[in-house]
T-cell receptor, first 116, second 111 residues
Framework: DTGVSQNPRHKITKRGQNVTFRCDPI?????LYWYRQTLGQGPEFLTY????????KSRLLSDRFSAERPKGSFSTLEIQRTEQGDSAMYLC??????????????FGPGTRLTVL | GQNIDQPTEMTATEGAIVQINCTYQ??????LFWYQQHAGEAPTFLSY????GLEEKGRFSSFLSRSKGYSYLLLKELQMKDSASYLC????????????FGPGTRLSVLP
């Protein structure tokens, strides 16, 4: 399978615990994105990497959130001291190219986080 | 910044035609995307418009009017499997690389 993969698919945790999610993009894609989606809403942008550089972070990304893409391949998203409001689907997407105009993003299946 | 609006829900009958509208306000414009998302699954790409007019792709077509900040997705010969959420999205952010999504339109296709 050459699509975007995410692990784990589901995570249930208790409030206050730390969680880490992993995303493996399509192998030749240089751009990687994290989004958060709550029920009935469209995805909301969290952060964006070009190769290993984190170029943009949303204001949604509080200090408890950190993302890395150490070698420009896979990425991790960590949430520290989880809160019930963090419960959501976390989507990863990747894309290829330098063009600003056309930037089709390929999404992974997501990690569904439930904070009890 | 970007603001994207679309109806929350729509219902249509199998075999019919449905039009899902999207209005947007963007500080810059780098095209408009439509994605389909089935419940519990990842969004999948449907179409991309950067110039005014209609782009046809099989049963699905997408229209863009930049002057009006308006787009629509047209689905013909509806099938039950078309029941999904349809997301309108525009590139945004400082680099125009991340997507700003609308809330999504949940389409229910009835027999």
């Amino acid at each position: 399978d050459t699509g975007v993969s995410q692990n784990p698919r589901h995570k249930i945790t208790k409030r206050g615990q730390n969680v880490t999610f992993r995303c493996d993009p399509i192998s030749e894609h240089n751009r990687l994105y994290w989004y958060r989606q709550t029920l009935g809403q469209g995805p909301e942008f969290l952060t964006y990497f070009q190769n290993e550089a984190q170029l943009e972070k949303s204001r949604l990304l509080s200090d408890r959130f950190s993302a890395e893409r150490p070698k420009g391949s896979f990425s991790t998203l960590e949430i520290q001291r989880t809160e019930q409001g963090d419960s959501a689907m976390y989507l990863c997407a990747s894309s290829l190219g330098d063009s600003v105009l056309y930037n089709e993003q390929f999404f992974g299946p997501g990690t569904r986080l439930t904070v009890l | 910044g970007q603001n994207i609006d679309q109806p929350t829900e729509m219902t249509a009958t199998e075999g019919a035609i449905v039009q899902i509208n999207c209005t947007y306000q963007t500080s810059g414009f780098n095209g408009l995307f439509w994605y389909q998302q089935h419940a519990g699954e990842a969004p999948t790409f449907l179409s991309y418009n950067v110039l005014d007019g209609l782009e046809e792709k099989g049963r699905f077509s997408s229209f863009l009017s930049r002057s009006k900040g308006y787009s629509y997705l047209l689905l013909k010969e509806l099938q039950m499997k078309d029941s999904a959420s349809y997301l309108c999205a525009a590139p945004g952010g400082n680099y125009g690389q991340n997507f700003v999504f609308g809330p999504g339109t949940r389409l229910s296709v009835l027999p």
